[in-house]
């Protein structure tokens, strides 16, 4: 699955078979990575380039380029190192604040730490689509602070605090077929320099499930965020998709509408087919239908070929 997406020390991150952005798995990986590899640095990466049309107008983007580099500083500390470029506005990558990540992490007595920038875990946004799901901006966060982990059996408890007195928590279960997970947060898309000039706290609970079925998925998430003041609409998440395995082919289809923390009082509800075909080991190219609902815009096409190394 795609973004956000995740980031470990030995897996790419980005891709559309991957969660984007840092999650508390990731935070596992991250802690046991390296502990069997004689590398002390590795570097992984991914490129993505995509393709849309909207039966106006088509264009293609470099969608996102990122390098992972990771070093084993000793048996229970290593220390991560993201640099990301995404198009801005005018389709262009931006060269402006490259490092997306930058983090301490080891292994105290059985808790796991992580100190520095890195985007909270705060909803999981999972999907094998080529599009963001509607309302995903709601409670993407990156914040400089630290965050303890601790597993037992199969459940996952972590801690977090950073800037702009933010902090939350997250309990994860998952086994072999089944995963779920609470998250809570206290300042949803927090301004990481805290200097933000708002005082409102915009307080999220975000809940997410999948399941597996031999080589059926389903996923479904749904996120609240509180909006800035009392006279705008609350940030929503809402999504629910199915999808099936073929060997190198996955079919999925997703229904989702979401709103942001601006005021709008309308979900955006969008239905999307797609479908992905691992091309070359490591080359993932997946195609993608979606229409938004309740309103005029057009059937919308996109095209994604992702690469990692």
């Not at 049309?53 to 991560?80: F, M, P």
Request: overall charge negative; hydrophobic content about 40%; aromatic content about 6%.
């Amino acid at each position: 699955m795609k973004k956000n997406n995740i980031i470990a020390l030995s897996v790419l991150i980005a891709t559309t078979s991957v969660v984007a952005d840092i999650k508390v798995n990731v935070l596992k990986e991250r802690l046991t990575a390296l502990e069997n590899s004689k590398t002390k640095i590795q570097i992984n990466g991914a490129i993505e380039i995509s393709y849309k049309n909207n039966r106006v107008i088509g264009e293609t983007l470099v969608d996102e380029v990122e390098l992972d580099v990771a070093a084993n500083l000793t048996k229970d500390l290593s220390a991560n190192l993201v640099i990301k470029s995404s198009p801005d506005d005018n389709g262009d990558l931006s060269t402006n604040k490259l490092i997306d990540e930058a983090t301490l992490n080891g292994n105290i007595t059985g808790i796991g730490f992580t100190v520095g920038k890195f985007g909270v875990p705060f909803g999981v946004y999972e999907t094998a689509l080529v599009s963001d799901i509607a309302g995903e901006g709601i409670g993407d966060t990156s914040i400089n602070g630290v965050l303890l982990l601790r597993e037992i059996n199969d459940i996952t408890f972590s801690v977090w605090s950073g800037n702009s007195e933010n902090n939350g928590l997250s309990v994860r279960y998952k086994d072999d077929n089944l995963a779920f997970g609470v998250d809570t947060i206290r300042d949803a898309a927090a301004d990481i320099s805290g200097n933000a000039t708002d005082t409102i706290n915009n307080k999220g609970l975000a809940i997410n499930g999948q399941a597996t079925f031999g080589n059926i998925m389903v996923i479904v998430e749904q996120i609240k965020v509180d909006a800035d003041t009392a006279s705008q609409e609350d940030g929503k998440l809402t999504q629910v998709e199915l999808s099936h395995t073929m060997g190198d082919w996955i079919f999925a289809v997703s229904q989702n509408k979401g709103t942001t923390t601006n005021g709008t009082k309308n979900d955006i509800k969008t239905n999307a087919y797609a479908v992905s075909y691992t091309i070359v080991k490591d080359a993932t190219l997946t195609i993608e239908s979606n229409k938004k609902k309740d309103e005029k815009q057009k059937r919308t096409t996109l095209a994604k070929l992702a690469y990692k190394f």
